[in-house]
């Protein structure tokens, strides 16, 4: 389990995509998404951008609790015998309540870090280019991290 604070930032600015997992009536949907994040005082908000139309939406609005998982640093290791061989990663997994965003300026600072996260560049928006994109925040209630190494004697 990993809890130091520095590295839950490493993983969060390095995985770069996230799985964000939905039920609605009984039926599972996953989407692979782009994130933006900010962590202050443990506290994780996770925030996503679609399009205006996408049917995601549709399915938050039903059910907005959700779960996510994402991952870096994948690295295949090797044995002699087939269950010997693995792979180290890096893993956060957790769950959230999803809040469609409709506040014009915190859309904005969404994208703004969202771009932040993805690039690591300093992007503004304005009202004009947050108006054609939908805008998710995740407020993340619980979630974990973990590390899983190459075993010392095969590295
Ligand atoms: C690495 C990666 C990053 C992405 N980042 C973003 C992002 O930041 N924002 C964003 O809006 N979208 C992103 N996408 C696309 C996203 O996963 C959805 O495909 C897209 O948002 C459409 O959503 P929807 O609600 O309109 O689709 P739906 O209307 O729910 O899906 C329409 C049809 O397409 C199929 N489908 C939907 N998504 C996928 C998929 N990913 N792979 C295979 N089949 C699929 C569904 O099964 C369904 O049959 C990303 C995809 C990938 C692979």
Request: aromatic content about 8%; proline content about 4%; overall charge negative.
């Amino acid at each position: 389990m990993i809890t130091d604070e520095q590295e839950l930032r490493r993983i969060l600015d390095t995985a770069k995509v996230l799985r964000l997992g939905l039920s609605v009536d009984g039926e599972p949907y996953i989407y692979p998404m782009n994130y933006g994040y900010t962590l202050e005082n443990g506290e994780l908000k996770l925030y996503l951008h679609s399009a205006v139309n996408a049917h995601k939406l549709e399915l938050l609005r039903k059910n907005p609790g959700v779960c996510f998982q994402l991952d870096c640093d994948n690295t295949p290791f090797e044995g002699k015998v087939a269950c010997q061989y693995g792979l180290a990663y890096h893993s956060i997994s957790g769950r959230a309540k999803a809040v469609l965003v409709e506040d014009v300026e915190e859309k904005m600072e969404a994208m703004s870090v969202l771009m932040k996260t993805q690039t690591g560049g300093d992007f503004t928006f304005n009202e004009r280019l947050v108006s054609i994109v939908a805008v998710i925040r995740l407020d993340v209630t619980e979630y974990t991290a973990k590390h899983r190494p190459i075993p010392e004697n095969l590295r």
